[in-house]
């Protein structure tokens, strides 16, 4: 197999790896988990594994086509088209559910990025490089009423386009460090991971919350992610309670944090990345210590 083919692979094998990681991840409020369905009526653990696994090929593609090449108009472009082409894979898979959407637009330009250069393993480099991607226009872009766009124009918030488009800050400089963080404290990496979901639903604005329960919804997902992290994270007794509680105020206003989850999938991305070319020999520069 040659070197482009293995690289691919490699990448593609993360990422679904991570969204499987993101799903099995218990117990997540509002989100489809190994306990309950979360704040879904459709979606169950089994089609959220499976819709991560369908997205195997679209993300090979994706890393294939950056291979050795630079953010350019023409990346974008050549991207975009596979990127829509995986999300009428997933519906294929899914029988028209959204289940990865976001996941695929976050993951599918970390993984452009990673493929645009070997060498990259620093984890803000490799963002700011898929940022990079994102700040060019695809101008096929098909011009579609989503749920996201709906809200964006409303509350004036970046929605997935801007997060990526300011290179990833909710991944860079609240989910990564905050992993970080815990693992240097010896909190277990489950709890680590629960943390990591809450720092980032405690300053997201996530379009999917604000769709169906609006600022005031948004408002009090955030101010429960804060008390769980106040009350000492999800390896506390106090936390946990308070994590129950954030968990019940949000199956009462019905809201899931979906742009939340696929954030999380992206720092475990960029941190499973980094390892993998930390271990290879790759030339790691950021300051994650393992
Ligand atoms: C740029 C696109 C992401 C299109 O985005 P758009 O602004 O049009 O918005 P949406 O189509 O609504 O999708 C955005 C999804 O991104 C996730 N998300 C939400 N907020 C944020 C945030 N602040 N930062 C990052 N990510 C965020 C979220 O995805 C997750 O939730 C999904 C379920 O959402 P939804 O359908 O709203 O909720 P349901 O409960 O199912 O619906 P209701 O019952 O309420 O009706 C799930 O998929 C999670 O993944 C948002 O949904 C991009 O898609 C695009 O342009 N693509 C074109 C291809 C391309 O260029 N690709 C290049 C790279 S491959
Ligand atoms: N675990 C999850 N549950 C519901 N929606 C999601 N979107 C991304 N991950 C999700």
């Known amino acids: 197999m040659d070197q482009k083919r293995r690289m691919a692979e490699t990448l593609a094998e993360l990422a679904v790896q991570t969204l499987v990681d993101e799903v099995n991840l218990t117990p997540k409020p509002g989100l489809v ?13 089994e089609l959220m594994r499976r819709s991560a696994v369908s997205l ?11 291979y050795e090449r630079e953010p350019s108009q023409s990346l974008r472009e050549d991207i975009a088209v596979i990127g829509r082409k995986g999300e009428q894979v997933m519906l294929g898979v899914t029988g028209g559910i959204n289940t990865h959407k976001g996941a695929i637009w976050s993951l ?15 984890t803000e480099g490799v963002a700011e490089r898929a940022g990079r991607i994102a700040r060019f226009q695809d101008r096929y872009c098909p011009v579609a009423s989503t749920n996201g766009s709906k809200v964006k124009d409303v509350y004036q918030v970046p929605g997935a386009r801007g997060e ?25 990496e489950t709890n680590a991971r629960l943390d990591v979901l809450l720092a980032i639903m405690s300053e997201l604005d996530d379009t999917c919350i604000l769709h169906r329960g609006g600022m005031e919804a948004l408002q009090a997902v955030k101010n429960g992610a804060n008390e ?13 309670l308070a ?8 199956m009462e206003l019905f809201v899931s944090p979906g742009g939340s989850a696929d954030l999380l999938a992206a720092v475990l991305f960029l ?16 300051n994650v210590t393992f």
């Open 228 to 240: 769980v992290l106040k009350s000492g994270g999800t390896s506390t007794n106090a936390g946990r």
């Open 243 to 250: 994590l129950i509680r954030l968990d019940e105020t949000m």
């Open 164 to 188: 990526a488009q300011l290179n990833f800050p909710h991944v860079c400089n609240i989910g990564l460090p905050f992993l970080q963080q815990a693992r240097r404290n010896g909190i277990p």
């Open 56 to 66: 195997r090929p679209v993300f090979t593609k994706i890393a294939e086509s950056s």
């Open 108 to 122: 599918g330009l970390l993984v452009s990025a990673a493929a645009g250069n070997a060498e990259l393993s620093n």
């Open 33 to 45: 988990d190994q306990e309950n369905n979360g704040a879904h009526h459709d979606l169950t653990i």
């Open 271 to 286: 941190d499973a990345l980094q390892k993998e070319r930390s271990l290879k020999g790759g030339v790691a520069v950021g």
